[in-house]
T-cell receptor, first 112, second 115 residues
Framework: DQQVKQNSPSLSVQEGRISILNCDYT??????FLWYKKYPAEGPTFLIS???IKDKNEDGRFTVFLNKSAKHLSLHIVPSQPGDSAVYFC???????????WGAGTKLIIKP | GAVVSQHPSWVICKSGTSVKIECRSL??????MFWYRQFPKQSLMLMAT?????????EQGVEKDKFLINHASLTLSTLTVTSAHPEDSSFYIC???????????FGPGTRLTVT
């Protein structure tokens, strides 16, 4: 049973527009949610996180929104740039053991 | 800060041999290290979690006798793939976490090809 779901395997966005990546979760026992970016043949790099007690966190072009009632979070990238083309993973940290539960990833393609 | 290195970045070995992959936290003490495996077009699969000085905790379906993990110091963890077979070919990634931290810092990954 997948506790963290990224239902869109890929997303294509025009350069300069907003990219919105979505993530849903089924477990309420998560205290942090994180977004990672991954290029092929490289390890993931941390992008941005949000505590479960907040509903928004912003860092430059990246904003993460958390809707606890809907068990949904989203990552907004604006404006989208060619270098943003990568696979984006959302992850949720379990309160009990601090383990990260990963989504399947969404491949973002920024079109020039 | 928070740099994690992996060595080697790419290794080719013959079937039946063993391969050791090192994961080092370069500028912080990692009380917990994680080993992941990524198959093409698939998500990261957590293989095991290791805390410094104690035995690793393996995820269901991961053979602990095949994938030996040692976390002998706060800056080094090793994964040894024993008696490697072609189906073990994959991209192995380690990550490290500080005590009570929530972020995991990832290494660059190791591409293992077993012929």
């Amino acid at each position: 049973d997948q506790q963290v779901k990224q239902n869109s395997p890929s997303l294509s966005v025009q350069e300069g527009r907003i990219s919105i990546l979505n993530c849903d979760y089924t477990n309420s026992m998560f205290d942090y949610f994180l977004w990672y970016k991954k290029y092929p043949a490289e390890g993931p790099t941390f992008l941005i996180s949000i505590s479960s007690i907040k509903d928004k966190n912003e860092d430059g072009r990246f904003t993460v929104f958390l809707n606890k009632s809907a068990k949904h979070l989203s990552l907004h990238i604006v404006p989208s740039q060619p270098g943003d083309s990568a696979v984006y993973f959302c992850a949720a940290r379990e309160v009990s053991n601090y383990q990260l539960i990963w989504g399947a990833g969404t491949k973002l393609i920024i079109k020039p | 800060g928070a740099v994690v290195s992996q060595h080697p970045s790419w290794v080719i070995c013959k079937s039946g041999t063993s391969v050791k992959i090192e994961c080092r936290s370069l500028d912080f003490q990692a009380t917990t290290m994680f080993w992941y495996r990524q198959f093409p077009k698939q998500s990261l699969m957590l293989m095991a979690t290791s805390n410094e000085g104690s035995k690793a905790t393996y995820e269901q379906g991961v053979e602990k006798d095949k994938f030996l993990i040692n976390h002998a110091s706060l800056t080094l963890s090793t994964l040894t793939v024993t008696s490697a077979h072609p189906e073990d070919s994959s991209f192995y990634i380690c990550s490290a976490r500080r005590l009570a931290g929530y972020e995991q810092y990832f290494g660059p990954g190791t591409r293992l090809t077993v012929t």
